[in-house]
């Protein structure tokens, strides 16, 4: 059976194995005080032309973005989300867990608008102070790429900061699967870019190639206490190396966006064979998620040789599903699924 | 340099490395549902003789901790621990983040006793109803072996048992280093014990062997959402397998006690040592940590070729030091530490 | 100056003043065991034909919500409530500080409907064990009368009812302004209905009457420890008989809807007026809010004689403004509101 | 029947209920904007020689205690406290329930000693950042008068302060009796001098002749959004007047002072029967509370004629009552209450 369900089906690049494998008997303090940590930061920091940036591994998503997150607001502050925003709704309320709440603004593909976000603190302040009885606007979160595999373009990353910087906002970028972001064929952003234009961003690991891990980049300044902030929501490994050491492959030679460009070359292959066949696409996404629309049969044809990700339901006759590649996937198997995508073709 | 500083100090053991390898590009479902985790805890659940157990996989202690006791007790409860339990002093505050007072006893020698805890809750319930300005107990936290080294025997385990019954509330063992407990010469208390005694407790994975997990075990009823809960708390990893393959690896030909048996074997040759040259030991422990009184010269001569945990002054001239002892400890450390142990004696 | 700004902008009725000086001296015991207390829980459990109601006293409505919906919720329950509930936009994030998110569904004149909660919670529980990296929605809260002044009629409660019996949820009816929806005229619901078909509401005092303090009414079971949820929630007021004192006032010879229908009345004469003038309503309200549409120079004029509430601009050239009575609304002060109203007409 | 169980007995001073009774039908602006607080505000500042000083007014004390704990604590810090300081025990875990940790020292006579303090703070400054896997102090909580009615004098004040600003530390002072604290003789400690010497502190009105409120001092300066912050807590009333109105009774021509004074000057009347009759004191205590011991029999018989405080059991055949009086307090009932204790001594 083929799947295209995600890019964590998998286990990890050959490489973060090899390393493991190799270093397994050194011994190295716990808690991110060991060699590969170090070694990882640094090369992080260079790869984001951001020599004095703070580098944190966390173990995943969730546990990042509430942590990053509560760390930055004070109490009576929550944090503005496209209403698509993974934070908001895939994440069982960890945010709200920690007393925050999301502030949701409307997406428009699953990103966050200037114009929209302007609105909404125009509103806010029009007194001076905000509105008292209400939660203030404390952080500003958006995802790249976001939920719906579309990306922000540095322009409009760019249109975000300066808003960021008129209201004294942090800007996070989650980037769980950054890498195809970054790697995504007319996209013009980098990671020097991020370092640049944000106060926080994660660099995903879990999505793009490691066992598990983000790397957390602070390229301005880190909240006071953020190691203890880790530990107090049970995001700080006692074998740090396990992150660290995997962070370090990931950020030799470049094999973190060639790991990228892998899977998004294949999502591009899949793209074309869609088009030529005339399927309908239900958002157009550059990178390595793609949202197709199949009538009820094709559907069904369909999983009986591939498994793939329903999304949601458009009417009676028809749905949207999600087909992701990832570092792993085999160009043997982006041919068969061609093969049955062309045979299902209305 | 030796180390003993701790048995987190080193990577995996190399069973649990070959089988990520072997099962690397096995496409497996997401956060939990694989075939990895589905076969661990069916070898989980053999060996506490437990068939209806239901196990989850959890990458940290603290983690595990603040997951479990938020999803037990309700919001004027709070957990009854020994002043010297891991979620009291080193965790940063992670339970009381979830809402919830950590309700200390006196610890004697790390344990918490049941005259101590009958005692407390005697006094609580003096009315029938408790006393309503103040947190209740809402469940009993001990950690096996303790902070300390230390073991509770099966009789103390059934006397706080028995207590808990009386007074309804859940008992909790933190395992982190459950595998050394569980082998160590005189210890009566085994897994199939811990899910008669326990409402849920943990096998600690990262300290014993595995590149980080810990596998919670509830032998009776489980919290309802309680994985919705987990998500909550960041504790979900996307590659779930990464937990599961090790537990798998650790409960097969019973791995899990043969790694903790060979550094409990290890410490006995340590503290062996220890006693024929008169060192005074802090606290009598069993397993693989040993707490020892050195003098300030001793300490500074060990530091030259040894790597130990400094624990805490006593007086002007004397301290206690932790060695630890892991699965991954070569015999021949342990002489060369012998040794060294023997020149410095006084 | 005129002030038809709210319903908590004088002091409280004359005779629960009187109540307050004449048992000034009785040595009374503190935290809600006073003897007013238990009296007024017993004519408000009569009022509600409930004899088994568990009622108590808290100081204010924001205090109310956060006591009671963190109390019926469990860490990974959110509560559901129209986008326009006190409890999503102007409590300062207090549901969200308890750790919970408020679920919001479209309102429809701030009211939350049937069918959308119908299609929420199907969606939901699609599967049938809901989706478990979301929150679960564990309450319903809806206000009667609403945020913009609007009343459930006794068939709308009766099918949120009967889909929370369906779904196991409880119903919670906030009742800031309580009396004013139950004496306005076309009005089906009772006290008794609400007793019915409620597992908690609240009685409003401080805008009808009192000087502070709401009765909240647990018809058929109280969650275990709220005397001491409450006062985690800074929720319970050393000197008690002061709430009770003033319900127990408000509870005697129908005080409660008596002055409820004197402000009710003098909105009705009200809006005759600006019905009469050809003013339009924003939204149509039988109660004591009336929301009414003013171009700029009427808002000016008005101003100059009359302080209203300010709600939300429409255009460039009309605004909603809020005109309120209280139970102390003086109808020479009516009076002289609708011969303004006349003059500014256009 | 006598009473002497506290000073929250009674109802108010009857100059605040006479200001109710004339201020109520005048029209005010809510939530703390009405022209009694701002009034009230301003003599709080005269009678602080602090014309800066920002003051609020909250319902109660445990209310006060968790909104101005919470609005100085970062998520990863806690509060210092005595271990009997009211928000350790009594307060239903009012502070775990913003998430923070109550720290505790142990006290001497319910006070916080700055020896203990300074000896805590070293130890955990040992290393220049702390322990970053434990909670870090935020905050130091006082309470004067103490649980146990005691109270620091000038000097020890002081050297808190000195510590406080040593290691960065606010320093708050729960003042909910301090009217007591105040005049009591041989006190050196005067409101000037809490406005030199804390960050923040609350006069407390509920126990010194309020029906309610609290009035908080911030010096200094004053946490951001801190009415944000009282509202999220559901410690902001719709009508503060009524807050407002009492502390400006309470602050005209020297009523609150005069107030405790009467309380006080019952309290030592009864003290100087004790000794006379050889009666052992628990504690000695010089402000409106008093710690008896007595045997079971003379307890048995005091208990038929007067209400007491039962405060702990000491052995099988002694136990330690509290006696308190108020602003309420006869002078006739303390006679009668001399007599009694003289007539049970032994």
């Excluded at 493991?20 to 640094?42: H, M, R, S, V, W």
């Excluded at 114009?115 to 603190?121: G, K």
């Excluded at 990931?250 to 892998?262: K, M, N, P, V």
């Excluded at 793209?271 to 793609?290: D, M, V």
């Amino acid at each position: 059976m083929l799947s295209f369900a995600s890019d964590y089906i998998e286990g990890a690049h050959p490489k973060i194995l090899e390393r493991l494998l190799e270093t397994n008997f050194e011994i190295q303090p716990g808690y991110g005080e060991d060699a590969y940590c170090l070694c990882a930061k640094e090369k992080i920091r260079k790869a984001c032309l951001c020599p004095d940036a703070d580098v944190f591994f966390i173990s995943g998503g969730t546990q990042t973005n509430r942590t990053v997150i509560s760390a930055f607001l004070r109490d009576t502050e929550g944090v503005v989300s496209a209403a698509t925003g993974h934070v908001n709704g895939h994440e069982g309320g960890a945010i709200e867990a920690t007393g925050h709440k999301v502030l949701t603004l409307p997406a428009s593909e699953g990103k966050l608008s200037a114009e929209d976000l302007r609105a909404y603190l125009r509103d806010f302040y029009a007194d001076a102070d905000g509105y008292p009885h209400m939660v203030q606007p404390g952080m500003v979160y958006i995802s790249h790429p976001t939920e719906y595999g579309t990306l922000y373009g540095l322009g409009e990353l760019r249109a975000l900061r300066a808003l960021c910087d008129e209201y004294g906002l942090p800007l996070f970028l989650d980037g769980a699967r950054l890498g195809y972001g970054l790697v995504t064929p007319g996209s013009d952003v980098t990671l020097p870019d991020l370092a640049r234009l944000t106060d926080v961003f994660y660099i995903g690991g879990t999505k793009v190639g490691a066992l598990l891990g983000e790397a957390v980049v602070f390229p301005r300044s880190t909240p006071k206490h953020f190691f203890t902030h880790m530990k107090q929501n049970g995001a700080v490994l006692a074998k740090g190396r396990v992150l660290g050491l995997q962070f370090d492959a990931l950020f030799t030679d470049g094999l973190y966006l060639e790991i990228a460009r892998h899977a998004v070359d294949l999502a591009e292959r899949i793209r074309e064979t869609l088009r030529e066949c005339g399927y309908r696409f239900h958002i157009e996404t550059p990178a390595n998620q793609i949202f197709v629309v199949l009538g009820s049969e094709q559907m069904e044809r369909l999983s009986r040789e591939v498994v793939f990700t329903f999304w949601e339901k458009l009417d009676e006759t028809s749905s949207v599903i999600r087909l992701c590649t990832s570092w792993a996937t085999k160009p043997e198997a982006v041919e068969r699924l061609c093969a049955v995508l062309r045979e299902i073709a209305v």
